[in-house]
């Protein structure tokens, strides 16, 4: 794909969206093709822990290859990036200036987050990593709005300290992680298998690895990022960063973090719980007050993607898979929302809910749009939030204790916070009178948009109404996970 | 029973919903009227059919010797939480289920077809039946639960559809903060609603009702007698899960969102704040029945939120001008009502008599009450306010909308032969054969019942013509509008000599309903006195009620201002939730932990300012450093060796 846009002039708008569009369908098909035939295999009765696996030599000396393989939720993640990217380039239709570029970029950091989900061997993994973090400086610091050099300096500087602490993790994995005299190795499914850190070093490493990760999945208090830095990305940055690179940091921790580390886990799992149950909250109370759109995305993105770790941490089978369907629906949503606010914004050039009002009257497919955004964002049933945070809610009480009831019923709550800055918005922005009469004479959504936000809606709507397929397909990936979760008592 | 029926009943309004929804932009209004009154009617067979055969066919399916039989038409797997905990979507077929069906498809038909009228010239009319339809939908997915998570799935569906049809007119700003209201005033509670069945099915982890209700012994001990902050852990469960039914029935202190709700299309009101969602709070009650016969605190809890709840709402509607808000706090009064009924209702008084009457008062009120508000449509329609001070002696130009609403307003004030008599005499014997007080008490709260309707009904139709009607003749309401309005005061008349005691009962056992002849007596006469005494304040215009106003002028105004209970939420969310918490935290963010991050650039970039100086490139000075750091060497050498 890149190689495709590389050829194409700068000049030539419907040589690259034609590039763009045939790439992002290709992909997206892939994607529901990768997943039916996973399923198939499974259904099949293939029982090993990753299927499609193949590993290549890159560099002999410290043993790294270029492992790739996929279980039931790296598919998923897969799915859900190949339409978040596709929404994207319908998103960005009309980006200006220099296209090229803009779309060279997106595929660059496109490719470290699908590089990121399959591998499995860990250099590589922090590779992708980093290939995905890179170009977000650039998309964010030339495309963007508002204070934007600020903002991509802040975001990269923070996660790249991220990635710091990783790297000292996943460096410490390496050395610990092979029994005396072995050949070190970076393979996820090895180390697991070998099972054989110091547990003192585990919980050092947790710490690296899991801080590391966190900062991505935006864990309080590293996530200050997130809101400067979605507020001035250009829309497609902002779903593809949101709706996926988000992700990763969860997807992370609990591949690298918990299923390598689980003594550590287990005994360490009580001081992210608190962070991440802070971030749940003050994410969602934080969220209420602001008045520019994105801001108060980005805030609510810091609670759902708390949300994420928090039910990580929870360490047993139905809240991990809830917390996996909360990335999936957390992906859809918050990419459909920053697809809408930059629709919003690119019409009526501001993002503060004081100036806006009555968008229903104006432009009622971008007011419906945002509404179901908001309605999947609050939990209603039918829509795929409702569906994860449930399982995790119901997985979380599955602790007894008091410390984590005490958490999940603050969890809870943010269910009502929730509403409370959802429909705060939709009934300033959406509807109400129309606050500006210039507003008057904006256009509703022309069909590029529309397909962007439909498929989108499609999606959400769809995991709101079947969920029990990618409940079951999550929940079985999780089991080696689970059992080196209980293998350490 | 085959599944075609039921699978329809759900289907037939969720079709149209995405019909309406999607295609209704493009859609003429008369064709979505068409398609809206065609389908609900087809609905109402449905309904009616099952709901009869339920009854009558006298099927073993149905009724064996003699008891009502609990029916699982169909149940399908919806999401799998764990191996035993599994959320499904079925169809449960009950006594209290085939009732509420009976309720839900006729006033939803009587709805439909009188918004053909009433809302014919509003915009937005496809969009309008869209909700409609959708509520319908998510109404009877509620009520033919087998879980009790199914429920609360319809449960949000319900609420989401209500936070619609309030916000219906979402040009006014006061229609965009009453619906803003009653979704977050109904979320929280539905927050304790969920936390109820997270500790309920952390004991005893299943959903099903049937499996819960059959297994009350198993779901008690399961608890190990746990307690907490002393209360069994069981009792915390009933009564968090009663607090959902506290939020969607409005019972104090969660009332405020239903007089707001007003703002919403008078027919909405009619079908969802009056006789059908309103109710869930009781319905969910009576069908977790058995299990709240467990704990008694409960039982007791829900006693007396009822019976407060009544007493209050009773006392406010008697001193509002807004007639529909007359009758949304008579809605709540009454179906406070019904709490109270199920509260005091033991299987060892008369069979459990509370429950069956409270389940025939739902009945009863569901009919009368959207009469009421469908009557109250027709004169908004007619004068076009809200205010019974912009009516008054309209009996002379509105015959159908009098006698109709007369009709309604007898039934609730419980005169014999109306239908709310019967039920309301089966309520107060249940309350008295449990304790004279509460029986006392409700008998009161009937009193107040029917001086409140009976001042509403004089000072609109009685009192002084309003000198507005020379410009403006008010008029009766077109056939759409009158035909249900005559057919529900049909029922009003008849529907309390249904044998009721032989349909609904708390475990399926049929038995015979007798009129408690004291009881009866005392209600009526306390029924006419009060009626007598509205009558003597507002059949002609006079000064006695402004004066009575100036009497007690604060009982009046904090009553008009149904005792500040608004204001106390207002502060309580606007000035310490939104601007204390909410802002404290968005300052905090901002200017602690977003300052400490900015404070680690600010200082790398103080210090390789500071230090850049020493790239001088002067060799003299790297001499002096070099000098200097092997002077620091040297001596930390030394003091090892050392």
């Given at each position: ?9 700068n000049?030539?708008?419907k040589a690259?969206?034609?590039?763009m569009?045939a790439g ?6 892939m994607?529901?093709?990768l997943?039916v035939?996973f ?5 099949a ?6 299927l499609y696996?193949?590993s290549?030599?890159?560099?002999a000396p410290?043993?790294i ?5 996929v279980d039931?939720i ?11 990217v ?9 980006i200006?200036?220099?296209p090229k570029?803009f779309?060279?970029?997106f595929?660059l950091?496109s ?13 590589t ?9 890179i170009?977000?400086?650039?998309l ?7 204070r934007?050099?600020y903002s991509a300096?802040?975001?990269t500087?923070m996660?790249m300290?991220?990635s710091a602490?990783?790297?000292?993790g996943?460096?410490?994995?390496y050395?610990h ?8 190795t ?11 850190i110091?547990?003192?070093w585990?919980?050092?490493?947790f ?15 590293f996530?200050?990022?997130?809101p400067d ?10 779903m593809?960063?949101?709706?996926v ?6 997807y ?10 689980p ?5 360490l799992a ?7 149950g ?17 801001y108060i ?9 708390g ?13 991990m898979?809830g917390?996996i ?6 992906g ?6 920053f ?8 019409r ?17 497919y971008?007011g419906?749009?945002?509404m179901?955004?908001?309605f999947?964002?609050l939990?209603?049933p ?11 809610f119901f997985?979380s009480f ?11 019923i ?7 916070i ?22 008057r004479?904006?256009?509703d ?6 397909l ?15 969920p ?8 079985a ?10 293998s350490?008592? | 029973m085959?599944?075609?029926l039921?699978?329809?009943?759900l ?6 919903f995405l ?9 003429p209004r008369?064709?979505a009227?068409v ?11 449905i309904?009616y ?6 009854f009558?066919s ?6 064996v ?7 699982q038409?169909?149940?399908v797997?919806w999401?799998?939480?764990t191996?035993?905990l599994v959320?499904k979507i ?11 069906l009976?309720v839900i498809s ?13 809302m014919?010239?509003?915009p937005?009319?496809q ?9 319908t939908?998510s109404m009877?997915?509620l009520?033919?639960?087998?879980n ?11 609420g989401?559809?209500s936070?619609l049809?309030?916000?219906f ?7 965009v903060?009453a ?10 509670a ?12 952390f004991?005893f982890?299943?959903?099903n009702?049937?499996?819960i ?11 190990g ?10 009792t915390w ?11 969607k029935?409005a019972?104090?202190p969660?009332?405020?969102w ?12 009619a ?5 059908t969602?309103?109710?869930a709070?009781?319905y ?5 029945f058995?299990l ?6 409960s039982?007791?809890?829900?006693t007396w ?14 001193c509002?001008i807004?007639i529909?808000?007359?009758l949304a706090?008579?809605t ?16 060892d008084i008369?069979?459990g008599?509370?429950?069956m009457?409270s ?7 569901a009919?009368f009450k959207?009469l009421l ?7 908004i ?6 205010n019974y001070t912009?009516m ?8 159908i909308t009098?006698w ?17 008599f ?12 449990y ?6 008490w ?23 013509e ?7 003749k008010p008029?009766?309401?077109p056939?759409q509008m ?5 057919i ?6 008849v529907?309390?000599?249904?044998p ?20 009866a007596?005392?209600?009526l006469?306390v029924?006419v ?14 000064d006695?009620?402004?004066l009575m106003?100036?009497?007690?002028p604060?009982l ?7 005792f500040?209970?608004?204001e ?6 606007r ?34 300012v ?6 001088s ?9 070099y ?5 620091v060497?040297a ?7 050392l």
């Open positions: 794909m890149m190689i495709g846009l590389a050829c194409c002039s000049s030539n708008m690259i969206r034609g590039v569009v992002s369908t290709v992909l997206l098909a994607s529901i093709w997943v035939d399923l198939g295999l499974r259904a009765g293939d029982a090993s822990e990753m696996t193949g290549w030599m890159w560099y410290l043993n290859h270029l492992a790739v393989g039931g790296s598919v998923l993640m897969l799915l859900l990036s190949s339409i978040i596709f929404a994207g380039t319908f998103a960005s239709w009309k200006d200036p220099l570029n779309f060279l970029w595929c950091l490719t470290g987050v699908f590089g990121f989900f399959i591998s499995i061997d860990m250099f993994m922090f590779m992708f990593y980093e290939v995905a973090l170009p977000m400086y650039l964010i610091g030339v495309w963007g709005t508002g934007k050099e300096m802040k975001l500087l996660l300290g991220g602490f990783l790297m000292l996943l460096l410490g994995i050395w992680g092979t029994p005396e005299g072995g050949l070190h970076w393979n996820i499914l090895e180390i697991s298998h070998n099972a054989s110091d547990p003192s585990q919980n050092l490493l710490c690296f690895t899991f801080v590391g990760f966190g900062v991505l999945g935006a864990m309080f208090p996530h200050t990022w997130s830095g979605h507020a001035c990305a250009p829309t497609a940055v902002s593809l960063h949101a709706g690179l988000m992700k990763l940091g969860g992370g921790c609990f591949r690298i973090a918990i299923f390598l580390l003594a550590a886990a287990q005994e009580w001081i992210f719980i608190i962070l991440t802070i971030s749940v909250v003050y994410g969602a109370f934080s969220a209420c007050v602001q008045t520019d759109l994105k995305n980005a805030y609510s993105s810091v609670s759902h993607c949300m994420v770790l928090f039910a990580i941490l929870m360490l047993n089978q139905t809240a898979t917390g369907l909360q990335m999936l629906s957390h859809l949503m918050t990419a459909l929302f697809a809408l606010i930059g629709m919003i914004y690119g009526t050039h501001t993002r503060d809910i004081r100036e806006m009002g009555g968008m229903m009257q104006i432009m009622p971008l419906v749009c945002y179901i955004a908001g999947a964002s939990g209603l039918g829509l795929s939030g409702f569906v994860a945070e449930m399982t995790i997985g599955e602790h007894s204790d008091f410390f984590h009831r005490f958490f999940v603050a969890g809870t709550s943010s269910i009502v929730t509403a409370v800055y959802i429909l705060r918005v939709v009934g300033k922005v959406i509807l109400g009178p129309v606050q500006n009469e210039h507003h004479e904006l256009t959504a022309s069909w590029w948009e529309r962007a936000t439909v498929s989108l809606i499609v999606c959400l709507a769809g995991i709101g109404f079947f029990n397929w990618l409940n079951e397909t999550i929940r990936s999780f089991v080696p996970i689970i059992d080196a979760l209980n350490v008592f | 085959g599944i075609t039921p699978i329809l009943i289907a037939i309004p969720f079709t149209m019909v309406l929804g999607i295609g209704g932009v493009k859609m008369k064709v009227g398609i809206g009154i065609l389908a609900n009617a087809s609905l109402l067979a309904c059919t099952v709901a009869f055969r339920y009558f006298g099927d073993t399916q149905f009724i010797d003699g008891v009502r039989q609990q029916l038409v169909f149940d797997t999401l799998a939480f191996e035993r959320v079925g169809f449960l077929l009950d006594p209290i289920c085939a009732m509420m009976i006729t006033i939803s038909f009587m709805v439909h077809l009188y918004s053909w009228g009433y014919e010239h509003e937005g009319f969009r309008y039946y869209a909700f409609l339809a959708l509520f939908f009877l997915g009520v033919v639960a087998t009790i998570f199914q429920m609360y799935i319809f449960w949000e569906l319900v989401v559809s936070f049809l309030i916000g007119f979402y040009k006014l700003p006061s229609a903060s619906s803003k209201k009653a979704f977050i005033v109904t979320r929280f539905d927050l304790g609603m969920l936390l109820g069945i997270l500790v309920l099915t004991y982890p299943t959903f009702f049937i499996d209700t059959h297994n009350t012994g198993n779901v008690l001990a399961s608890t007698g746990a307690t907490f902050l002393g209360a069994s852990v069981l469960a009933l009564v968090l899960i009663f607090t959902g039914g506290m939020g029935s019972m104090m969660l009332h405020i239903l007089p707001d709700a007003m703002e919403g299309p008078t027919p909405v009101s079908l969802i704040h009056a006789a969602m309103v109710v709070g009781v969910l009650v009576a069908r977790m058995p709240y016969l467990v704990e008694e605190a039982m007791q809890f829900i939120v009822g019976a407060i709840t009544a007493f209050y709402a009773a006392v406010v509607a008697c509002q807004d529909k808000r007359i706090f008579s709540i009064s009454q179906i406070a009502f019904m709490m109270v009924s199920l509260g005091v209702a033991r299987p008369h069979e008599l509370g429950y009457a389940m025939f008062h739902l009945f009863t009120h009919m959207a508000f469908l009557g109250a449509g027709a004169l329609h007619a004068v076009h306010s809200n912009a008054g002696g309209l009996r002379k130009y509105m015959p009098h109709t609403f007369l009709i309604g307003c007898l039934a609730i004030a419980g005169i014999w032969p109306f239908s709310g019967f039920s309301k005499d089966e309520m107060l014997s249940a309350m008295f054969s304790s004279p007080f509460w029986g006392y409700m008998t009161m709260v009937a009193g107040l019942t029917a001086f409140y309707m009976f001042r509403m009904y004089f000072l609109v139709f009685w009192w002084e309003n000198p507005h009607y020379k410009e403006h008029h009766d309401a056939w009158s035909v249900p309005l005559l529900l005061a049909a029922v009003s008349c529907a309390g000599f249904i009721f005691g032989h349909f609904v009962t708390w475990n399926g056992e049929p038995y015979d309903i007798h009129i408690n002849a004291q009881v007596a005392t209600s006469t029924a006195i009060a009626i007598a005494f509205a009558g003597w304040l507002y059949l002609k215009k006079n006695k009620p402004s106003r100036q009497a007690l604060a009046w105004t904090a009553a008009h201002r149904r500040y209970w608004d106390i939420y207002l502060f309580v969310t000035k310490i939730i939104f601007g204390g918490i909410c802002k404290g935290i968005a300052w905090f963010d901002r200017h602690v932990i977003d300052a400490t991050m900015d404070a680690f650039a600010s200082m790398t970039q103080f210090v390789s500071k230090i850049k100086g020493m790239q490139g002067s060799v003299q000075t790297y001499v002096v450093w000098f200097l750091g092997a002077l060497l001596a930390i050498t030394w003091i090892c060796i």
